[in-house]
C-alpha cells in the first residue's frame, strides 16, 4: 500500500487486525509504526521475525522515502528530521491517534528525532540496536578491532563514511562484513535476510557522508517522556552497549534490557524472548519481565 505525504509516495504494509472480538464486544488493539534500519534497507529486515508481534498490537512497517519501495526523491531530502515528519505524516494519513514506535539502528535515530519532535504523537519508544549520536561509529570501530578481521577492518570505513563505488561494490562489503552482525552464524538465515532487502545505494551514500556526521540528539533526550524500551545487545559491533547505556542515562523515562546472545539482530537471533518482551512493554505497565 502506498500514502502521498509530504509530496512523495510512501510503501506502509499492515500486519494484524486492529480491531478484535473480546468476549461480547470489539476492541481495538494498539498500533505500533515499525522503523527499519539502513540507510538504504527496507522493511523486509523485519519480516517473519515480527509477525508474532501482531498477536498484541497492529503493525504499521514502512519504507523510509527513496527506500525500498518508496519513491526515490533526492538523498538531499532524506534528513533524519524529514524521516520524522513522513512517520507523523503517516499517522495522520491513516487517521490514528497516538502510537507505538519502534525503531531498528538507524531506524531507531530517526525514531528517536521522531520522539523530540512529536512526544505527544506516541504512547511508548522501543529503540533496538541503534544510538543517540554520532559517537556510535568508533564505538563500533572499537569493537570491530576486536572481533573483526584485518580485511573486514579495512572495508567497514567505506559503507560508514558513503564510500561505496557501484552494486557490485556493496554487494562485495556485504558478503565480506554480514557475518559481523550475527552471533550465531546461521548460513541460511543470513543469505536469505541479507538478499530481501531492496537496496538503495545512494540514499546510504549520501546520509552516511551528509547526515550522520552531525546526527546527535542527546541535548534533546533528557526533556523526552515518553515510555522507553531501550535494547541493546551483547554482541551488536555497531551500536555497541555503550550506546544503550547512554540512552538510557539520558531518556528518563526509559528501561534497558540486554539481550546476552545476539548480534546486531535480536529479533532474530532470540526471536522468542525479543516477542515476550517487547510484548509485555507494548501492552502492560511498569518494568518489563
Same mark, same amino acid.
Given at each position: 500500500?502506498?500514502?502521498?505525504?509530504?509530496?512523495?509516495?510512501?510503501?506502509?504494509?499492515?500486519?494484524?487486525?486492529?480491531?478484535?472480538?473480546?468476549?461480547?464486544?470489539?476492541?481495538?488493539?494498539?498500533?505500533?509504526?515499525? &522503523?527499519?534500519?539502513?540507510?538504504?534497507?527496507?522493511?523486509?529486515?523485519?519480516?517473519?521475525?515480527?509477525?508474532?508481534?501482531?498477536?498484541?498490537?497492529?503493525?504499521?512497517?514502512?519504507?523510509?522515502?527513496?527506500?525500498?519501495?518508496?519513491?526515490?526523491?533526492?538523498?538531499?531530502?532524506?534528513?533524519?528530521?524529514?524521516?520524522?515528519?513522513?512517520?507523523? $505524516?503517516?499517522?495522520?494519513?491513516?487517521?490514528?491517534?497516538?502510537?507505538?514506535?519502534?525503531?531498528?539502528?538507524?531506524?531507531?535515530?530517526?525514531?528517536?528525532?521522531?520522539?523530540?519532535?512529536?512526544? $505527544?504523537?506516541?504512547?511508548?519508544?522501543?529503540?533496538?540496536?541503534?544510538?543517540?549520536?554520532?559517537?556510535?561509529?568508533?564505538?563500533?570501530?572499537?569493537?570491530?578491532?576486536?572481533?573483526?578481521?584485518?580485511?573486514?577492518?579495512?572495508?567497514?570505513?567505506?559503507?560508514?563514511?558513503?564510500?561505496?563505488?557501484?552494486?557490485?561494490?556493496?554487494?562485495?562489503?556485504?558478503?565480506?562484513?554480514?557475518?559481523?552482525?550475527?552471533?550465531?552464524?546461521?548460513?541460511?538465515?543470513?543469505?536469505?535476510?541479507?538478499?530481501?532487502?531492496?537496496?538503495?545505494?545512494?540514499?546510504?551514500?549520501?546520509?552516511?557522508?551528509?547526515?550522520?556526521?552531525?546526527?546527535?540528539?542527546?541535548?534533546?533526550?533528557?526533556?523526552?517522556?515518553?515510555?522507553?524500551?531501550?535494547?541493546? $545487545?551483547?554482541?551488536?559491533? &555497531?551500536?555497541?552497549?555503550?550506546?544503550?547505556?547512554?540512552?538510557?542515562?539520558?531518556?528518563?523515562?526509559?528501561?534497558?534490557?540486554?539481550?546476552?546472545?545476539?548480534?546486531?539482530?535480536?529479533?532474530?537471533?532470540?526471536?522468542?524472548?525479543?516477542?515476550?518482551?517487547? $510484548?509485555?512493554?507494548?501492552?502492560?505497565?511498569?518494568?518489563?519481565?
Amino acid at each position: 500500500m502506498f500514502a502521498q505525504i509530504n509530496g512523495v509516495k510512501i510503501y506502509f504494509d499492515v500486519e494484524g487486525s486492529g480491531y478484535v472480538p473480546d468476549g461480547e464486544r470489539m476492541v481495538a488493539k494498539p498500533v505500533c509504526f515499525v &522503523v527499519h534500519g539502513g540507510p538504504g534497507s527496507d522493511h523486509s529486515d523485519f519480516k517473519p521475525w515480527l509477525t508474532p508481534l501482531s498477536d498484541v498490537v497492529q503493525l504499521v512497517y514502512l519504507d523510509q522515502r527513496a527506500n525500498g519501495q518508496s519513491e526515490r526523491v533526492d538523498p538531499d531530502t532524506c534528513t533524519l528530521e524529514q524521516l520524522a515528519d513522513d512517520i507523523e $505524516a503517516l499517522r495522520k494519513y491513516l487517521g490514528l491517534g497516538k502510537i507505538h514506535l519502534m525503531g531498528h539502528s538507524f531506524g531507531g535515530m530517526v525514531a528517536q528525532v521522531y520522539a523530540t519532535r512529536y512526544p $505527544a504523537s506516541l504512547n511508548k519508544l522501543v529503540l533496538l540496536c541503534t544510538a543517540p549520536s554520532k559517537e556510535f561509529y568508533p564505538a563500533a570501530m572499537e569493537f570491530a578491532s576486536k572481533t573483526a578481521t584485518e580485511e573486514q577492518l579495512k572495508v567497514i570505513p567505506e559503507l560508514f563514511e558513503g564510500r561505496i563505488r557501484d552494486e557490485q561494490h556493496l554487494i562485495e562489503w556485504w558478503d565480506l562484513c554480514f557475518p559481523l552482525y550475527f552471533h550465531h552464524k546461521d548460513e541460511q538465515i543470513m543469505r536469505e535476510t541479507g538478499n530481501r532487502p531492496i537496496g538503495a545505494l545512494e540514499v546510504a551514500n549520501y546520509t552516511f557522508k551528509h547526515f550522520m556526521p552531525e546526527y546527535d540528539v542527546r541535548p534533546e533526550l533528557p526533556s523526552c517522556n515518553v515510555p522507553t524500551l531501550i535494547i541493546g $545487545a551483547r554482541y551488536d559491533w &555497531v551500536t555497541p552497549l555503550s550506546q544503550a547505556e547512554e540512552m538510557k542515562r539520558l531518556l528518563p523515562n526509559s528501561q534497558l534490557r540486554i539481550f546476552e546472545h545476539s548480534g546486531h539482530m535480536p529479533f532474530i537471533e532470540e526471536q522468542d524472548d525479543f516477542i515476550k518482551t517487547t $510484548a509485555h512493554f507494548l501492552t502492560s505497565e511498569g518494568e518489563v519481565s
